[in-house]
């Protein structure tokens, strides 16, 4: 009995442990062919993350960067000649928020 009571112990013990642990965030990405240049690509999406409101925009050879809320955007437009790739990428705690600005911002860069 009392060998059942210390297993069940650490066993309770260590599902608390893992729950206390804070969860992953989540990774929602896409890419998308344009008919339209990169510099083009890169115009566009900069001015749809203005239209949303996002804060600390930065960008750099490697995308467009920024927050709303507690998520965290990467956009970035990859030259294919005189066509683009898009790649969207964003990434937070809350799938749902996540899913959808993932979704507005591939809608809305065309």
Same mark, same amino acid.
Not at 30 to 57: P, R
């Given at each position: 009995?009392?060998?059942?009571?210390? =297993?069940?112990?650490?066993?309770?013990?260590? *599902?608390?442990? =893992?729950?206390?642990?804070?969860?992953?965030?989540?990774?929602? !990405?896409?890419?998308?062919?344009?008919?339209? !240049?990169?510099? =083009?690509?890169?115009?566009? !999406?900069?001015? +749809? *993350?203005?239209?949303?409101?996002?804060?600390?925009?930065?960008?750099?050879?490697?995308?467009?960067?920024?927050?709303?809320?507690?998520?965290?955007?990467? +956009?970035?437009?990859?030259?294919?000649?005189?066509?683009?790739?898009?790649? +969207?990428?964003? =990434?937070?705690?809350?799938?749902? !928020? +996540?899913? #959808?600005?993932?979704? #507005?911002?591939?809608?809305?860069?065309?």
């Amino acid at each position: 009995m009392k060998k059942l009571f210390l =297993a069940f112990l650490c066993i309770t013990s260590s *599902l608390s442990y =893992a729950n206390s642990q804070p969860t992953p965030p989540e990774l929602w !990405s896409w890419f998308k062919d344009l008919d339209k !240049s990169a510099k =083009a690509c890169e115009i566009q !999406s900069s001015f +749809v *993350l203005q239209k949303l409101k996002i804060e600390n925009q930065t960008e750099n050879e490697y995308g467009i960067y920024g927050n709303i809320k507690d998520n965290r955007i990467v +956009v970035k437009c990859i030259d294919m000649g005189e066509k683009s790739k898009l790649w +969207v990428a964003v =990434a937070g705690n809350d799938k749902v !928020s +996540v899913e #959808l600005l993932r979704n #507005l911002l591939i809608k809305e860069i065309k």
